[in-house]
């Protein structure tokens, strides 16, 4: 696959491709506007949802804590977190600040309404968050930090030692969502002309769901850690997007040729 000097209207750089967005919600609609403005036809199909952790009081409990005005901080360290949020209609007081992990989850944040205080301007990881949080306050602090089951608790450990009064929860667990076989017909046949991979957790999807991705579909990946995960989930990564963003993600793309002539497929 090669970059295409004669790409036609630089307003519409994605032109006659179809691209498969992998989560919904209100990230997935954003995404799905954006693409559209550069001529793109979005496919939304989310791949993974969440499914009510095993403690849902403590969850309840700490939510109703945090719109009481309970917690100094909020952790968010993944977009599906978000989607948690969203379920719950949560209520994030004014004197609350929210930390984002990353690019995704503050975008997935703004567009559930919710403002984002902070996002580590060095590292995106929990790890990252953490020294960032730990040099803005010096002084304990109330945090609460929602994971999910599978997450190690490296930023509630760190904040702890750090002298916080942190409150850990559980809020889901990640769960994949089976696509329809038209979706993975689309895919395995070549219509769908790129996949965007945001997460660890789509990409084990992406694999699993979709065992035969032609060699010439684009698949792009947000981060260095999401192109290193679905590798290691087997997928062939194309491009990484330069910044953790979804318009970075979206324009690594406009970079190739579309793989098909659009006219080939009649719908």
């Known amino acids: 696959m090669h970059a295409d000097p004669h790409r036609n209207d630089p307003e519409k750089p994605l032109a006659g491709w179809r691209v498969l967005v992998p989560r919904g919600g209100p990230w997935g609609d954003g995404v799905a506007a954006t693409l559209r403005a550069q001529g793109a036809v979005p496919v939304v199909a989310p791949l993974i949802n969440f499914a009510p952790a095993n403690d849902i009081l403590a969850l309840e409990s700490a939510l109703a804590d945090l719109a009481a005005g309970a917690f100094d901080w909020l952790t968010v360290t993944s977009a599906t977190t978000v989607d948690v949020l969203f379920a719950y209609q949560a209520k994030i007081p004014a004197g609350t600040k929210v930390a984002a992990v990353g690019e995704t989850t503050a975008a997935a944040l703004q567009a559930a309404g919710y403002r984002v205080d902070l996002v580590p301007d060095r590292d995106n990881s929990a790890a990252g968050m953490a020294d960032q949080m730990i040099e803005l306050e010096p002084a304990p ?13 490296v930023l509630t450990k760190r904040l702890i030692e750090a002298g916080h009064r942190v409150r850990s929860v559980v809020a889901y667990r990640t769960v994949g969502v089976p696509v329809t076989e038209r979706i993975a017909h689309d895919v395995e046949s070549g219509r769908i002309n790129a996949i965007l991979v945001t997460s660890g957790s789509v990409a084990e999807q992406v694999s699993l769901q979709f065992p035969n991705i032609p060699p010439d579909t684009v698949i792009a990946a947000i981060g260095p850690r999401t192109a290193k995960d679905a590798r290691q989930a087997g ?16 324009e690594s793309v406009s970079h190739f040729a579309l793989p098909h002539a659009a006219d080939e497929f009649q719908p």
């Open 141 to 153: 602090r109330d945090i609460l930090t929602l994971r999910s089951e599978i997450a190690k608790p």
């Open 235 to 250: 997928l062939d990564v194309d491009v990484v997007a330069d910044q953790q963003t979804v318009d970075a993600l979206i």
